[in-house]
């Protein structure tokens, strides 16, 4: 009876089995020197000097990768990472049951993520860029793909600590997982933007437990010995699939989600090409997924104006994908196909200057907010004219000349703009008249105070003695600047004062 039940028709397979098994213990376990390799891994898994240095060049590294949109500069940032081995760690830890060195490990990864997470957003609060770039977007919106990623990284860095070798170029690969997901936290963070903060720590923590859960599958499959009851094993397995599957539910749903809206783009664009014909070009499609109807704005270069296109793209594409879906098209009108390409090649050109504009635009309000002291919403910028006017606040110690200073600084960055800083009311210098004219050093002063004159709203009284109001007043109308309410102090004669009025009731603000 025992014979027949092993020469069933499952018996070959259950054979091939229990010689592969056989071969591998023999062939491939025996060949790993597992303390040697624990040993290896132990010596960099904790929390060290050198580990939060190395945790803080990358992570400000990667976030200025981040912000430029630069992945050179991203990628650059993985080769100090040391992210690599606490995160071996905690997987060889996890499959050999060792609860001190996972204790340890862990430690250190916690550390470490806050470390970079802080020290990331402590970058963006000092840098003058806050923009979501596409590199920092396209990294909070994780999906299989990204599971897919980390879990590939996790083998791959397993399998180098176990065999030896390709440690620099693995860790970076674990790195690339890690690192820059961690560095959009902090940006998240530093600028308050919680959906970045909240679908980067997502992708983060995806890739932290798929990549140390892969190492565990690793450590078992070439035998490392559990100190684990087989009770505690059958647990520890359990509660992985339950991770795995928790892990790959949202992200699953995440990949339908960015192939649905990548199926409507492709569909959008074929179908409004199609409408015009070969010697159309579409120049731009933009879609917004996050408005109730979406919403499709397009723009075309064409010979041939359709006025019903808009309406028929409308209904084709909601009939398509079940759901309404708003098309608005801007027809130009071109009278031949190069025509048309031109026309697009222009626009493309005219979009990336105005991109380039914006971009200049949102630095110069940043440096004038910050120069000023004040909000980057109290900072009037007139783009189509390049002027840029702020009105700043009183700081410490900072006189007349030091707010003419701060706005020279800033003409000299962008010679192309009109930059105008209004000073706040502070101490205006004393003029002197010396033989009815003004000495070298008044003629100077007397420039900082038109300069200031020309740019507040307030107004200013002169007040001494007539003859020299009179000298003072004669160089002050070559600037077209005229004073109607000075004070006569014949007591004062040689100097000239001039204080700050108050615009509404004409009382004095500051001398």
Not at 164 to 176: C, D, K, S
Not at 247 to 267: D, F, M, Y
Not at 292 to 312: H, L
Request: net charge neutral; with cysteine; aromatic share 8%.
């Amino acid at each position: 009876m025992e014979a027949k039940r092993r020469s069933g028709m499952f018996s070959p397979i259950s054979g091939s089995y229990r010689l592969l098994r056989r071969w591998w213990r023999m062939a491939v376990q025996a060949e790993v020197d597992q303390p040697a390799v624990i040993e290896k891994i132990k010596a960099d898994c904790s929390f060290t000097p050198r580990y939060s240095f190395l945790i803080c060049m990358s992570a400000g590294i990667a976030i200025l990768g981040l912000l430029l949109s630069s992945p050179a500069v991203v990628i650059g940032a993985m080769l100090l990472s040391p992210l690599m081995y606490p995160i071996m760690g905690a997987g060889f830890a996890s499959a050999t049951g060792d609860s001190a060195w996972l204790k340890d490990t862990g430690w250190a990864l916690f550390l470490g993520t806050i470390i970079a997470v802080l020290f990331s957003a402590f970058v963006v609060l000092l840098s003058p860029l806050q923009t979501v770039t596409p590199e920092i977007a396209s990294r909070t919106r994780p999906n299989l793909f990204d599971l897919a990623v980390a879990l590939f990284s996790g083998l791959a860095g397993a399998y180098a600590m176990i065999r030896g070798g390709m440690g620099t170029i693995v860790g970076v690969a674990i790195a690339t997982a890690l690192m820059p997901p961690l560095a959009v936290v902090g940006f998240g963070l530093a600028t308050a933007n919680w959906a970045v903060f909240g679908g980067s720590l997502l992708l983060y923590f995806t890739n932290l437990m798929t990549i140390a859960l892969t190492a565990t599958v690793m450590a078992w499959l070439y035998g490392f010995r559990s100190y684990l009851s087989e009770r505690q094993t059958q647990f520890q397995i359990f509660a992985m699939v339950v991770v795995f599957v928790g892990l790959a539910i949202p992200l699953g749903i995440s990949l339908v989600r960015i192939g649905h809206e990548a199926n409507i783009s492709r569909s959008a664009n074929g179908y409004i090409k199609d409408q015009f014909g070969p010697r159309a070009r579409v120049s731009q499609i933009d879609i917004d997924f996050n408005a109730s109807p979406v919403q499709v704005n397009a723009s075309v270069f064409t010979p041939v104006i359709n006025p019903g296109a808009s309406e028929q793209s409308s209904r084709v594409l909601s009939r398509a994908f079940r759901e309404t879906i708003e098309v608005q098209i801007e027809q130009y009108r071109v009278e031949t196909g190069d025509d048309a390409a031109k026309a697009a090649l222009a626009a493309v050109r005219a979009k990336e200057q105005q991109q380039a504009v914006e971009t200049q635009v949102a630095r110069l309000r940043d440096n004038l907010a910050l120069i000023a002291g004040v909000g980057p919403d109290d900072v009037v910028v007139d783009s189509a004219k390049r002027r840029a006017i702020v009105m700043a606040k009183p700081l410490p110690g900072a006189s007349l000349q030091t707010y003419r200073a701060l706005e020279q600084r800033m003409v000299s960055q962008m010679p192309d703009w009109a930059i105008n800083i209004q000073p706040p009311p502070t101490t205006l210098p004393e003029l002197v008249v010396a033989e009815g004219e003004l000495t070298s050093a008044s003629k100077a002063k007397m420039e900082l105070i038109s300069w200031a004159a020309l740019r507040s709203p307030m107004t200013m009284s002169m007040s001494g003695a007539q003859a020299d109001l009179d000298v003072v007043a004669t160089e002050m109308a070559k600037q077209n600047l005229f004073f109607s309410s000075n004070k006569v102090d014949e007591e004062s004669r040689g100097r000239v004062r001039f204080v700050w009025m108050m615009p509404e009731s004409g009382e004095q603000e500051t001398e």
